[in-house]
Protein backbone atom coordinates (compact mmCIF):
# COMPACT_ATOMS: atom_id res chain seq x y z
CA UNK A 1 0.00 0.00 0.00
CA UNK A 2 0.91 3.52 -0.73
CA UNK A 3 1.23 5.86 2.11
CA UNK A 4 -1.78 8.12 1.13
CA UNK A 5 -3.80 4.46 0.43
CA UNK A 6 -2.66 3.69 4.15
CA UNK A 7 -3.67 7.12 5.28
CA UNK A 8 -7.27 6.49 4.01
CA UNK A 9 -7.35 3.45 5.35
CA UNK A 10 -6.48 4.77 8.92
CA UNK A 11 -9.05 7.42 8.60
CA UNK A 12 -11.88 5.05 7.25
CA UNK A 13 -11.21 2.64 10.40
CA UNK A 14 -11.22 6.13 12.59
CA UNK A 15 -14.72 7.34 10.89
CA UNK A 16 -16.44 3.90 11.08
CA UNK A 17 -15.34 3.38 14.64
CA UNK A 18 -16.80 6.71 15.42
CA UNK A 19 -19.83 6.23 13.54
CA UNK A 20 -20.51 2.41 14.59
CA UNK A 21 -20.03 3.34 18.50
CA UNK A 22 -22.62 5.93 18.56
CA UNK A 23 -25.89 4.87 17.88
CA UNK A 24 -27.44 6.28 21.35
CA UNK A 25 -26.04 9.81 21.17
CA UNK A 26 -28.40 10.84 23.49
CA UNK A 27 -28.14 13.75 25.97
CA UNK A 28 -25.68 13.17 28.43
CA UNK A 29 -27.62 11.37 31.56
CA UNK A 30 -25.52 9.82 34.13
CA UNK A 31 -26.99 6.26 34.42
CA UNK A 32 -28.66 4.79 37.22
CA UNK A 33 -26.08 3.80 39.95
CA UNK A 34 -23.02 5.61 38.86
CA UNK A 35 -22.57 7.70 41.70
CA UNK A 36 -21.57 7.04 45.04
CA UNK A 37 -24.06 7.76 47.66
CA UNK A 38 -22.06 11.26 48.96
CA UNK A 39 -22.05 12.57 45.22
CA UNK A 40 -26.05 11.72 44.86
CA UNK A 41 -26.73 13.53 47.80
CA UNK A 42 -24.19 16.47 47.14
CA UNK A 43 -25.57 17.19 43.60
CA UNK A 44 -29.27 17.19 45.25
CA UNK A 45 -28.44 19.16 48.08
CA UNK A 46 -26.99 22.10 45.58
CA UNK A 47 -29.99 22.01 43.19
CA UNK A 48 -32.61 22.42 45.99
CA UNK A 49 -32.06 26.16 46.05
CA UNK A 50 -32.90 26.79 42.17
CA UNK A 51 -35.64 23.99 42.79
CA UNK A 52 -37.36 26.16 45.68
CA UNK A 53 -36.70 29.51 43.61
CA UNK A 54 -38.58 27.76 40.88
CA UNK A 55 -40.94 26.42 42.94
CA UNK A 56 -41.66 29.88 44.21
CA UNK A 57 -42.22 32.09 41.01
CA UNK A 58 -44.52 28.94 40.33
CA UNK A 59 -46.32 29.50 42.99
CA UNK A 60 -47.00 33.23 41.86
CA UNK A 61 -47.67 32.25 38.45
CA UNK A 62 -50.27 29.59 39.30
CA UNK A 63 -52.04 32.47 42.40
CA UNK A 64 -52.19 34.88 39.46
CA UNK A 65 -53.58 32.77 36.99
CA UNK A 66 -55.10 28.94 37.71
CA UNK A 67 -55.23 27.97 34.21
CA UNK A 68 -50.84 28.24 34.29
CA UNK A 69 -51.31 24.80 35.92
CA UNK A 70 -52.19 23.20 32.43
CA UNK A 71 -50.24 25.12 30.14
CA UNK A 72 -47.37 24.04 32.66
CA UNK A 73 -47.97 20.49 32.55
CA UNK A 74 -48.18 20.75 28.95
CA UNK A 75 -44.96 22.62 28.48
CA UNK A 76 -43.01 19.77 30.55
CA UNK A 77 -45.12 17.15 28.67
CA UNK A 78 -43.88 19.20 25.34
CA UNK A 79 -40.46 19.15 26.87
CA UNK A 80 -40.55 15.00 27.02
CA UNK A 81 -42.11 13.92 24.06
CA UNK A 82 -39.44 16.31 21.96
CA UNK A 83 -36.27 14.72 24.03
CA UNK A 84 -38.12 11.57 23.27
CA UNK A 85 -38.49 12.00 19.11
CA UNK A 86 -35.46 10.77 16.78
CA UNK A 87 -33.99 13.32 15.44
CA UNK A 88 -33.38 12.75 11.53
CA UNK A 89 -29.46 11.52 11.03
CA UNK A 90 -27.76 10.35 8.05
CA UNK A 91 -25.61 7.04 9.79
CA UNK A 92 -29.27 5.94 10.70
CA UNK A 93 -28.02 5.58 14.29
CA UNK A 94 -30.53 7.18 16.53
CA UNK A 95 -30.19 10.49 18.57
CA UNK A 96 -32.27 12.78 20.73
CA UNK A 97 -32.62 16.68 20.93
CA UNK A 98 -32.13 17.65 24.97
CA UNK A 99 -34.65 20.30 24.12
CA UNK A 100 -32.74 22.37 26.94
CA UNK A 101 -32.22 25.41 25.54
CA UNK A 102 -35.83 26.10 23.74
CA UNK A 103 -37.19 25.42 27.03
CA UNK A 104 -35.26 27.88 28.53
CA UNK A 105 -35.83 30.61 26.36
CA UNK A 106 -40.12 29.50 25.88
CA UNK A 107 -40.31 29.29 29.85
CA UNK A 108 -37.21 30.97 31.52
CA UNK A 109 -34.97 29.10 33.74
CA UNK A 110 -36.40 28.93 36.84
CA UNK A 111 -39.80 27.10 35.48
CA UNK A 112 -37.68 25.01 33.40
CA UNK A 113 -35.63 23.63 36.57
CA UNK A 114 -38.72 22.32 38.37
CA UNK A 115 -40.16 21.32 34.91
CA UNK A 116 -37.16 19.40 34.08
CA UNK A 117 -37.15 18.04 37.46
CA UNK A 118 -40.12 16.33 35.97
CA UNK A 119 -39.29 15.57 33.19
CA UNK A 120 -36.17 13.65 34.37
CA UNK A 121 -37.99 11.69 36.87
CA UNK A 122 -40.33 10.71 34.00
CA UNK A 123 -36.67 9.96 31.76
CA UNK A 124 -35.71 7.65 34.29
CA UNK A 125 -38.64 5.71 34.89
CA UNK A 126 -40.61 5.61 31.05
CA UNK A 127 -37.64 5.69 28.97
CA UNK A 128 -34.91 4.43 31.26
CA UNK A 129 -33.04 7.11 30.59
CA UNK A 130 -31.00 8.30 33.58
CA UNK A 131 -31.38 7.01 37.22
CA UNK A 132 -33.21 7.49 40.53
CA UNK A 133 -29.93 7.86 42.49
CA UNK A 134 -28.36 10.27 39.97
CA UNK A 135 -31.51 12.00 39.46
CA UNK A 136 -29.63 15.37 41.87
CA UNK A 137 -26.41 15.02 39.86
CA UNK A 138 -28.61 15.05 36.01
CA UNK A 139 -30.76 17.94 37.47
CA UNK A 140 -28.16 19.97 37.80
CA UNK A 141 -26.29 19.76 34.51
CA UNK A 142 -29.30 19.38 32.45
CA UNK A 143 -32.25 21.40 33.83
CA UNK A 144 -30.43 24.04 36.11
CA UNK A 145 -27.06 24.39 34.60
CA UNK A 146 -27.40 24.31 30.81
CA UNK A 147 -30.72 26.72 31.06
CA UNK A 148 -29.28 29.05 32.17
CA UNK A 149 -26.52 29.30 30.62
CA UNK A 150 -28.65 29.12 27.42
CA UNK A 151 -31.02 31.54 29.14
CA UNK A 152 -28.49 34.09 29.54
CA UNK A 153 -26.89 33.79 26.52
CA UNK A 154 -30.17 34.64 24.66
CA UNK A 155 -30.62 37.93 26.79
CA UNK A 156 -27.05 38.66 25.91
CA UNK A 157 -27.94 38.68 22.28
CA UNK A 158 -31.14 40.33 22.42
CA UNK A 159 -29.35 43.20 24.24
CA UNK A 160 -26.38 43.80 22.16
CA UNK A 161 -28.93 43.17 19.03
CA UNK A 162 -26.84 40.02 17.82
CA UNK A 163 -29.28 38.50 14.56
CA UNK A 164 -32.12 37.01 16.44
CA UNK A 165 -31.67 33.28 14.81
CA UNK A 166 -28.25 33.80 15.57
CA UNK A 167 -28.71 34.04 19.48
CA UNK A 168 -30.94 30.94 19.61
CA UNK A 169 -28.14 28.70 17.67
CA UNK A 170 -25.54 30.43 20.40
CA UNK A 171 -28.31 29.61 23.39
CA UNK A 172 -28.86 26.29 22.73
CA UNK A 173 -25.61 25.36 21.77
CA UNK A 174 -23.94 26.14 24.41
CA UNK A 175 -27.16 25.10 27.01
CA UNK A 176 -26.15 21.76 25.30
CA UNK A 177 -22.20 21.95 25.12
CA UNK A 178 -22.25 23.17 29.17
CA UNK A 179 -24.92 20.69 30.22
CA UNK A 180 -22.14 17.86 28.06
CA UNK A 181 -19.08 19.53 30.05
CA UNK A 182 -20.69 19.87 33.92
CA UNK A 183 -21.69 16.06 33.37
CA UNK A 184 -18.28 15.34 32.61
CA UNK A 185 -16.89 17.27 35.30
CA UNK A 186 -19.85 15.39 37.69
CA UNK A 187 -18.65 11.92 36.06
CA UNK A 188 -14.50 13.30 36.65
CA UNK A 189 -15.13 14.33 40.90
CA UNK A 190 -16.72 10.67 41.00
CA UNK A 191 -13.59 8.93 39.71
CA UNK A 192 -10.60 10.83 39.62
CA UNK A 193 -7.95 9.89 37.76
CA UNK A 194 -4.92 8.29 39.76
CA UNK A 195 -1.85 10.33 38.32
CA UNK A 196 -3.70 13.68 37.22
CA UNK A 197 -6.59 14.16 39.83
CA UNK A 198 -9.60 15.39 39.03
CA UNK A 199 -8.91 17.62 36.04
CA UNK A 200 -6.81 14.67 33.86
CA UNK A 201 -10.17 13.12 34.72
CA UNK A 202 -12.59 15.48 33.41
CA UNK A 203 -9.77 15.97 30.02
CA UNK A 204 -10.60 11.60 29.27
CA UNK A 205 -14.40 11.71 30.49
CA UNK A 206 -14.78 15.21 27.61
CA UNK A 207 -12.73 13.54 25.17
CA UNK A 208 -14.29 10.04 25.07
CA UNK A 209 -17.81 11.80 24.43
CA UNK A 210 -16.58 14.48 22.26
CA UNK A 211 -17.32 12.95 19.08
CA UNK A 212 -21.69 11.86 19.86
CA UNK A 213 -21.89 15.35 22.14
CA UNK A 214 -20.09 18.23 19.78
CA UNK A 215 -22.19 16.96 16.87
CA UNK A 216 -25.50 16.88 18.49
CA UNK A 217 -24.90 19.94 19.98
CA UNK A 218 -24.60 22.11 16.97
CA UNK A 219 -27.84 20.08 15.53
CA UNK A 220 -29.82 20.81 18.56
CA UNK A 221 -28.63 24.10 17.72
CA UNK A 222 -30.05 24.43 14.41
CA UNK A 223 -32.96 22.52 15.67
CA UNK A 224 -33.87 24.75 18.44
CA UNK A 225 -33.63 28.21 15.56
CA UNK A 226 -36.05 25.63 13.11
CA UNK A 227 -38.45 24.93 15.59
CA UNK A 228 -38.39 29.03 16.56
CA UNK A 229 -38.63 30.41 13.60
CA UNK A 230 -42.08 27.84 13.03
CA UNK A 231 -43.66 28.71 16.14
CA UNK A 232 -43.22 32.28 14.82
CA UNK A 233 -44.96 31.74 11.98
CA UNK A 234 -47.65 29.99 13.43
CA UNK A 235 -47.65 30.72 17.19
CA UNK A 236 -46.96 34.00 17.28
CA UNK A 237 -50.21 34.63 19.81
CA UNK A 238 -49.30 31.70 21.80
CA UNK A 239 -45.94 33.24 22.08
CA UNK A 240 -46.85 36.09 23.17
CA UNK A 241 -49.25 34.69 25.89
CA UNK A 242 -46.73 32.82 27.85
CA UNK A 243 -44.46 36.35 27.48
CA UNK A 244 -41.81 34.78 25.11
CA UNK A 245 -42.38 38.71 22.97
CA UNK A 246 -41.47 41.26 24.83
CA UNK B 1 -42.81 4.30 26.60
CA UNK B 2 -42.64 0.75 25.95
CA UNK B 3 -41.83 0.22 29.63
CA UNK B 4 -45.45 2.08 30.66
CA UNK B 5 -47.33 -0.91 28.67
CA UNK B 6 -45.58 -3.38 30.05
CA UNK B 7 -45.40 -1.84 33.66
CA UNK B 8 -49.65 -2.27 33.42
CA UNK B 9 -49.20 -6.13 32.23
CA UNK B 10 -46.88 -7.06 35.20
CA UNK B 11 -48.03 -9.83 36.78
CA UNK B 12 -46.45 -7.93 40.25
CA UNK B 13 -48.32 -5.19 39.45
CA UNK B 14 -50.44 -6.45 42.32
CA UNK B 15 -47.97 -5.86 44.51
CA UNK B 16 -47.98 -2.87 47.00
CA UNK B 17 -46.06 0.35 44.82
CA UNK B 18 -44.62 1.57 48.19
CA UNK B 19 -43.24 -1.76 48.43
CA UNK B 20 -41.61 -1.71 45.59
CA UNK B 21 -40.03 1.21 45.76
CA UNK B 22 -38.86 0.22 48.77
CA UNK B 23 -36.94 -2.23 47.51
CA UNK B 24 -35.28 -0.75 44.61
CA UNK B 25 -34.57 2.38 45.79
CA UNK B 26 -32.58 0.56 49.21
CA UNK B 27 -31.32 -1.90 46.70
CA UNK B 28 -29.90 0.61 45.06
CA UNK B 29 -28.48 2.70 47.70
CA UNK B 30 -27.14 -0.79 49.05
CA UNK B 31 -25.29 -1.33 45.83
CA UNK B 32 -23.52 1.86 45.52
CA UNK B 33 -22.55 1.91 49.06
CA UNK B 34 -21.04 -1.33 49.20
CA UNK B 35 -19.68 -1.63 45.53
CA UNK B 36 -18.61 -4.84 45.55
CA UNK B 37 -18.98 -7.07 42.02
CA UNK B 38 -20.14 -10.18 44.32
CA UNK B 39 -23.27 -7.63 45.42
CA UNK B 40 -23.59 -6.55 42.31
CA UNK B 41 -23.83 -9.81 40.37
CA UNK B 42 -26.62 -11.41 42.52
CA UNK B 43 -28.64 -8.21 42.77
CA UNK B 44 -28.69 -8.50 39.07
CA UNK B 45 -29.62 -12.06 39.18
CA UNK B 46 -32.34 -11.50 41.92
CA UNK B 47 -34.15 -8.39 40.27
CA UNK B 48 -33.64 -10.09 36.66
CA UNK B 49 -35.42 -12.96 38.13
CA UNK B 50 -38.42 -11.16 40.14
CA UNK B 51 -38.83 -8.64 36.92
CA UNK B 52 -38.71 -12.09 34.14
CA UNK B 53 -39.87 -14.57 36.24
CA UNK B 54 -42.30 -13.27 39.27
CA UNK B 55 -43.26 -10.58 36.80
CA UNK B 56 -43.22 -12.14 33.37
CA UNK B 57 -41.52 -9.25 31.43
CA UNK B 58 -40.93 -10.57 28.05
CA UNK B 59 -37.66 -11.26 27.80
CA UNK B 60 -36.59 -9.96 24.85
CA UNK B 61 -37.67 -6.48 25.75
CA UNK B 62 -35.93 -6.80 29.08
CA UNK B 63 -32.84 -8.00 27.18
CA UNK B 64 -32.67 -4.82 25.08
CA UNK B 65 -33.65 -2.28 27.69
CA UNK B 66 -30.48 -4.10 29.62
CA UNK B 67 -28.44 -3.56 26.66
CA UNK B 68 -29.48 0.62 26.09
CA UNK B 69 -27.09 1.84 28.20
CA UNK B 70 -24.22 -0.29 27.42
CA UNK B 71 -22.20 2.09 25.28
CA UNK B 72 -22.11 4.83 27.66
CA UNK B 73 -20.96 2.68 30.31
CA UNK B 74 -18.02 1.20 28.15
CA UNK B 75 -17.01 4.40 27.36
CA UNK B 76 -17.34 5.23 30.61
CA UNK B 77 -15.45 2.52 32.03
CA UNK B 78 -12.44 2.97 29.47
CA UNK B 79 -12.18 6.58 30.98
CA UNK B 80 -11.84 5.29 34.16
CA UNK B 81 -9.45 2.10 33.48
CA UNK B 82 -7.12 4.46 31.35
CA UNK B 83 -5.23 7.30 32.12
CA UNK B 84 -2.70 9.33 30.91
CA UNK B 85 0.80 10.05 32.26
CA UNK B 86 4.37 11.54 30.66
CA UNK B 87 6.32 8.28 31.98
CA UNK B 88 5.29 4.87 31.67
CA UNK B 89 3.14 3.82 34.75
CA UNK B 90 0.80 0.95 35.99
CA UNK B 91 1.03 -2.45 34.78
CA UNK B 92 0.00 -1.39 31.08
CA UNK B 93 1.33 1.05 29.38
CA UNK B 94 0.95 2.13 25.64
CA UNK B 95 3.29 4.83 24.05
CA UNK B 96 1.38 6.81 21.59
CA UNK B 97 4.45 9.47 20.96
CA UNK B 98 3.16 12.39 23.35
CA UNK B 99 2.18 10.58 26.41
CA UNK B 100 1.42 7.29 27.34
CA UNK B 101 -1.80 5.82 28.19
CA UNK B 102 -1.57 3.29 30.91
CA UNK B 103 -3.99 0.55 33.10
CA UNK B 104 -2.90 0.06 36.19
CA UNK B 105 -4.83 -3.42 38.37
CA UNK B 106 -6.47 -0.74 40.56
CA UNK B 107 -7.67 1.28 37.53
CA UNK B 108 -9.36 -1.61 36.17
CA UNK B 109 -10.60 -3.11 38.95
CA UNK B 110 -12.52 -0.24 39.65
CA UNK B 111 -13.83 -0.05 36.27
CA UNK B 112 -14.85 -3.51 36.25
CA UNK B 113 -16.56 -3.02 39.75
CA UNK B 114 -18.19 0.21 38.14
CA UNK B 115 -19.70 -1.65 35.25
CA UNK B 116 -21.38 -4.66 37.37
CA UNK B 117 -22.19 -1.95 39.91
CA UNK B 118 -24.31 0.22 37.17
CA UNK B 119 -25.78 -3.33 36.09
CA UNK B 120 -27.15 -3.70 39.16
CA UNK B 121 -28.34 -0.12 39.22
CA UNK B 122 -30.43 -0.37 36.34
CA UNK B 123 -31.97 -4.14 37.23
CA UNK B 124 -33.23 -2.61 40.34
CA UNK B 125 -34.67 0.84 38.78
CA UNK B 126 -36.02 -1.86 35.78
CA UNK B 127 -37.79 -4.05 38.53
CA UNK B 128 -39.66 -0.51 39.71
CA UNK B 129 -40.62 0.64 36.28
CA UNK B 130 -41.40 -2.48 34.67
CA UNK B 131 -43.79 -3.39 37.39
CA UNK B 132 -45.12 -0.05 38.61
CA UNK B 133 -47.21 2.87 36.73
CA UNK B 134 -45.72 6.07 36.78
CA UNK B 135 -49.11 7.32 38.45
CA UNK B 136 -48.93 5.08 41.11
CA UNK B 137 -45.13 6.14 41.21
CA UNK B 138 -46.65 9.20 42.46
CA UNK B 139 -48.79 7.92 44.82
CA UNK B 140 -46.04 7.12 46.52
CA UNK B 141 -44.30 10.35 46.56
CA UNK B 142 -47.21 11.79 47.66
CA UNK B 143 -46.56 9.58 50.84
CA UNK B 144 -43.44 11.71 51.24
CA UNK B 145 -45.19 14.43 51.80
CA UNK B 146 -43.76 16.64 48.35
CA UNK B 147 -45.52 19.82 47.73
CA UNK B 148 -48.92 19.21 46.43
CA UNK B 149 -48.65 21.20 43.69
CA UNK B 150 -45.51 19.67 42.19
CA UNK B 151 -47.05 16.28 42.28
CA UNK B 152 -50.13 17.35 40.45
CA UNK B 153 -48.31 18.61 37.64
CA UNK B 154 -46.29 15.31 37.87
CA UNK B 155 -49.48 13.33 37.56
CA UNK B 156 -50.74 16.13 34.82
CA UNK B 157 -47.72 15.73 32.62
CA UNK B 158 -47.50 12.13 33.00
CA UNK B 159 -51.09 12.13 31.88
CA UNK B 160 -50.59 15.02 28.86
CA UNK B 161 -47.04 12.80 27.86
CA UNK B 162 -49.45 10.15 26.12
CA UNK B 163 -52.00 12.66 24.37
CA UNK B 164 -48.92 14.53 22.99
CA UNK B 165 -47.01 11.55 21.77
CA UNK B 166 -49.90 10.32 20.13
CA UNK B 167 -50.05 14.05 18.52
CA UNK B 168 -46.95 13.26 17.42
CA UNK B 169 -46.68 10.09 15.80
CA UNK B 170 -49.72 11.29 13.83
CA UNK B 171 -47.97 14.65 12.55
CA UNK B 172 -44.94 11.77 11.93
CA UNK B 173 -47.35 9.38 10.03
CA UNK B 174 -48.35 12.38 7.73
CA UNK B 175 -45.43 14.07 6.98
CA UNK B 176 -43.87 10.76 6.10
CA UNK B 177 -46.64 9.91 3.61
CA UNK B 178 -45.86 12.93 1.71
CA UNK B 179 -41.93 12.39 1.86
CA UNK B 180 -41.63 14.59 4.51
CA UNK B 181 -37.86 12.43 5.03
CA UNK B 182 -37.26 11.93 1.19
CA UNK B 183 -33.08 13.28 2.39
CA UNK B 184 -31.69 14.88 5.28
CA UNK B 185 -32.48 18.46 4.33
CA UNK B 186 -36.20 18.10 4.54
CA UNK B 187 -36.01 15.66 7.26
CA UNK B 188 -34.51 18.23 9.48
CA UNK B 189 -37.08 20.64 7.75
CA UNK B 190 -40.22 17.88 8.60
CA UNK B 191 -39.12 17.95 12.34
CA UNK B 192 -38.69 21.38 12.91
CA UNK B 193 -42.16 21.44 12.01
CA UNK B 194 -43.74 18.94 14.09
CA UNK B 195 -41.83 20.23 16.85
CA UNK B 196 -43.52 23.71 16.07
CA UNK B 197 -46.90 22.45 15.71
CA UNK B 198 -46.48 20.46 18.83
CA UNK B 199 -46.02 22.90 20.38
CA UNK B 200 -49.27 25.01 19.50
CA UNK B 201 -51.10 21.64 19.40
CA UNK B 202 -50.00 21.15 23.55
CA UNK B 203 -51.26 24.95 24.48
CA UNK B 204 -54.37 24.26 22.58
CA UNK B 205 -55.23 21.34 24.43
CA UNK B 206 -53.87 22.73 27.72
CA UNK B 207 -56.78 25.39 27.59
CA UNK B 208 -59.30 22.59 26.52
CA UNK B 209 -58.33 19.99 29.38
CA UNK B 210 -58.33 23.27 31.98
CA UNK B 211 -62.11 23.79 30.49
CA UNK B 212 -62.58 20.08 30.74
CA UNK B 213 -60.98 20.27 34.64
CA UNK B 214 -62.86 23.04 36.01
CA UNK B 215 -66.62 21.50 34.41
CA UNK B 216 -65.67 18.90 36.50
CA UNK B 217 -65.44 20.94 39.74
CA UNK B 218 -61.67 21.74 39.57
CA UNK B 219 -60.14 23.71 42.81
CA UNK B 220 -56.61 23.18 42.49
CA UNK B 221 -56.36 19.72 43.50
CA UNK B 222 -57.05 16.23 41.67
CA UNK B 223 -58.59 13.47 43.68
CA UNK B 224 -58.00 10.13 42.60
CA UNK B 225 -59.42 6.51 43.85
CA UNK B 226 -56.66 4.35 44.51
CA UNK B 227 -56.79 0.55 44.63
CA UNK B 228 -55.64 -0.79 48.33
CA UNK B 229 -52.57 -3.20 47.97
CA UNK B 230 -51.65 -3.88 51.39
CA UNK B 231 -48.11 -6.08 51.87
CA UNK B 232 -48.27 -9.82 52.30
CA UNK B 233 -46.54 -11.71 54.81
CA UNK B 234 -44.40 -13.76 52.17
CA UNK B 235 -43.57 -10.78 50.12
CA UNK B 236 -42.13 -8.79 53.40
CA UNK B 237 -40.63 -12.10 54.48
CA UNK B 238 -39.05 -12.66 50.74
CA UNK B 239 -37.62 -9.12 50.92
CA UNK B 240 -35.93 -9.55 54.34
CA UNK B 241 -34.48 -12.57 52.91
CA UNK B 242 -33.04 -10.67 50.39
CA UNK B 243 -31.44 -7.83 52.16
CA UNK B 244 -29.96 -10.28 54.58
CA UNK B 245 -28.44 -12.03 51.75
CA UNK B 246 -27.59 -8.87 50.18
CA UNK B 247 -26.01 -7.45 53.72
CA UNK B 248 -24.11 -10.88 54.18
CA UNK B 249 -22.45 -11.40 50.92
CA UNK B 250 -21.02 -8.17 51.58
CA UNK B 251 -19.58 -9.03 54.23
CA UNK B 252 -18.50 -12.42 53.47
Not at chain 2, 42 to 61: N, S
Not at chain 2, 74 to 81: G, I, N, Q, R
Not at chain 2, 143 to 161: D, T
Request: hydrophobic share 55%; with cysteine; charged share 10%.
Amino acid sequence: MTKLQKRTLRISIVLAAFLAVSPAAGAMHIMEGYLSPAFCIAWGVVCIPFLVKGFFEMKKVFAENRKAVTILAMAGAYIFVLSALKIPSVTGSCSHMTGTGLAAILFGPCTTGVLGIIVLIFQAVLLAHGGLTTLGANTFSMAIAGPAISYGIWLVCRKCNVNKRVGIFLAAAAGDLFTYCITSFQLAFAYPDPNGGVLASAAKFLGVFAPTQLPLAVVEGLLTVMIMVALENYAAQELKAIRFEK
Amino acid sequence: MQIDYYAYQSRIRGWNAAFKVLIAVATLFLVILFNRILVSLFVVAAMGALTLLVGRTPWRVYLRYMLAPVVFLLFSCLAVAVSFSGSPAGEWNVSVHFFYLCMGQESLEAAVKLFFKVLAGVSALYMMSFSTPADELVLVLEKLHLPGMFLELMQLVYRYIFILFDAASQMQTAAKARLGDCNIRQSFKTFAAIGGNLFVAALKKGNTYYDALLARGYQGRLELLTEEKPVRFWQAALGGLYFSIVILLNLA
